[in-house]
């Protein structure tokens, strides 16, 4: 079949029958390691010491108006320059 020597299709199809494979087999295999104890640690002290994070000067920092309007200005300005140089 000539459809097959294109490379989308053979990626899609590829994509297509990993996912298969996955959906089929995968919880099979998470049932295995768990049975067999494989697993990751999961450690308490990680998630205290995200809580105890200092907070940093720009959290929460809203948008400050003025800037953008000087943003802005200067865009126009630099517009008009451009413009008028040509």
Do not use: N
């Amino acid at each position: 079949m000539r459809v097959f020597q294109y490379i989308t299709f053979r990626a899609v199809m590829a994509a297509m029958t990993s996912l298969l494979i996955g959906l089929v087999f995968g919880p099979w295999v998470i049932r295995r390691l768990t049975a067999l104890k494989i697993g990751q640690p999961i450690r308490a002290y990680g998630v205290e010491a995200h809580h105890r994070q200092e907070r940093h000067a720009d959290d929460g920092r809203r948008a400050d108006p003025a800037r953008h309007r000087r943003l802005d200005a200067a865009l126009v300005r630099l517009d008009r320059t451009a413009s008028s140089g040509s």
